[in-house]
Structures are given as C-alpha cells and as structure tokens.
C-alpha cells in the first residue's frame, strides 16, 4: 500500500509489526487514532512504553509483576503447599480468572521443544528446583497445567523425575470433553482418555 | 479480566480503546511486546506519537499530508482540471491504489447525515466552492466519489446544486455489478440500475 504521508506509513508498518493486524486493520487503528483527541496516542504510547521498560518477573515465579515479588507469592493467604506449573503469564490469568485455585504458580517461560532448540536449561526448572528443595519450602504437590501436546507431556515427564526425589507428587489437570461439550464433536483421543480416567459420581442421600 | 501488573493493565486498556481490539486481543498483543527487543515497543510508541502530533491536512484537499500542501495536489504531472470528491482518507488511499485516476482530490471529513448532526458546514464544502471558484482553477469536473446510501445522494445533490453556477459537471462512479461478481447473487437495485446505466459494448473490427 502507498501512503501519502511518511508519518501515516511508519506507524502503519509499526503497527503491522503486531501478531494478528495486518496494513489495513493497521490504516484503520491510524487513522482512528487522528480522529480522536490526542491524549488517547498519547496515552496508549506512554502505557506501552512504561510497560515494556519497568516490567518485572517475580523472582519467586517468574510471573510477570510490577515489584520483585509478585502479588501472588507475596499473598499469605494462598496455599504455599501447591504450585501450579505452565507455560506462560497468560496461563496464569486464564487459571486465576476460573477462581478456582488458591496456591501458588511457576512459569516456566515456554516448553521443552527439541524441533524449536529450546532445552530445559532455557527454562526456569532449576528455578523451580531450588525453589521445592530449600528449607523453608512448604510445596507438597506440583500441578502440571501444561499442554497436552508431545512437548508438553516431554516436559511433563522431564520436571517430575526431577522433583520426584524431593518427595513432591505431581499431577496434571484434567484431559476430558469440556464443558458444554457434546460427545459426538469429541475427537477419539481425548473421548477414549476420558472414559479411561473417569471420575466418581457421587449423589447425596 | 484481572492482572497481576497494574503496567499490563494500564497497557492493555489503552489498547483495547482501539476499535476492534478487545481485552484479549490487547493481552496477546501486550504480551508479544514483552517478549520481543524494546526497541520494537519504543519504535511502535514514537510512530504513533510522532503521527498524532505532527500530521497536517492539506490546504488545498485536506487529505492528509506531512506538509501544507500534499503531495497529490503539489505534483504538476497529476491532471489539474478533475477533482474527485471523496468522504475520507482511506477513499483517497483506494482511488490511489486502483492506479487508474491522475487528477486531484477533495476530502469532505464526512458526509451529510441530518442523524448524525452532520450539516454541509461541517464539511470542507465551502473550501471546495472557493478552490473551483478561484481566478487559477482549472477544474471542468468533479467526480462525486460518495458512499451510495442516502447520506451519501443527498451530499451529492446538494454539491452538484452548489457547483453548477460555476459551470463545473458532476459525474458519480460507476454503480453496477462488481467485477468477478455474478448476476444471481446481486441485489435487485444495483442489477435494475447496472441495466439502465449499461454502457457500449465495442469490439475492434
């Protein structure tokens, strides 16, 4: 596409540097940009400029947070006995928005991939290890909220051989039809490994 | 959503002001970011600002320009007598595009819609009048390149009306069925009105 204005292309082609907006969703974006009042560039440029330059990783979990402890680990309320394994911050919002869980996590940055040359040391299992093995730790079990593709499982079976000597029982969540979900859509897999790992079904009397 | 950084808050607020941008969408954006150079992030936030702060309208067509006069409008080689009457920017940008017109432009910042409280002196009509109206013009036609909805026949009547006393003709493009398009799935209107407007058919001998 030809711009008339060197201004309208870079920051066209700077927005189109983003996953998901190609020239055009990025012309629109701009150009809606010029038609509101410009505290709202102004303010979406310093946000993401603030952002990107004080971020930290929490030094416990390696979740993304503004403080070297982020507000999970450094809440005494949460379970300190569990920590929730996955792959990214967005795993961590996902689970915290279910409100389902009250223990800790630990990001692990990404997963085990021979294909993309990420090995374990690229990731924060040693971390993770000194974490589980120091005195004051109080961690009895490991979720593993991976996913449940090969490089999941590889990583899966690679972290729990490596807490298994501390004692520390790992489980994964749970693999089935989802919610909502209709038996019929259901792939074989995930249908034949939900009948295998069935879970009791209890009324009350 | 809830975060644990009030930074990727506020970075993912500011984003989803944008029009089809929602929360989830500017999370996987925010987080892209995070993930590469911050330079890609300074770069993105200075385009925007730099855009926003320092574009101009041209004089002449209020098309958007980096200087007072576009760089359409200030190209000699561009035919001076045709001026081709679009609502906004991105009109201009596809007109460019298609590479088959060489004459100039005038953009209307809108269009009139008495729902909207749009009324003629909210557009740059007036600044059209003078600029055909002008000792130097050598406007002979405008070509009235308006969205075909009422909004857009009632702008278009209203300025052939305006610029008739100087004896400028008033053409509209062409209406009729889309290139590649079939006649079945047309809508009655468009079909009606391509079998009046048809044009002549000639093939050399």
Known sequence: ??????????????????????????????????????DLTQDLSKALVDMRLNIKYCKKCHNISDDEICNICGNPVRDQSIICLVEDTRDVLAIENTSQYNGLYHVLGGIISPIEGIGPDDLTIDSLLSRVSSKESEVKEIILGLSSTMEGDTTAFYI?????????????????????????????????????????????D
């Open 1 to 38: 596409m030809e711009f008339s204005s060197k201004l309208i292309e870079s920051a066209v082609n700077n927005f189109s540097k983003l996953p998901g907006i190609g020239q055009k969703t990025a012309l629109r974006l701009v150009l809606h940009l010029l038609k509101q009042e410009e």
């Open 160 to 204: 729990t051989k490596k807490v298994k000597p501390f004692g520390i029982k790992t489980s994964t969540i749970a693999r089935g039809i989802p919610i909502g979900g209709e038996l019929e859509y259901a792939d074989e897999i995930t249908l034949g490994r939900s009948i295998i790992t069935r879970t009791a079904y209890d009324i009350e």
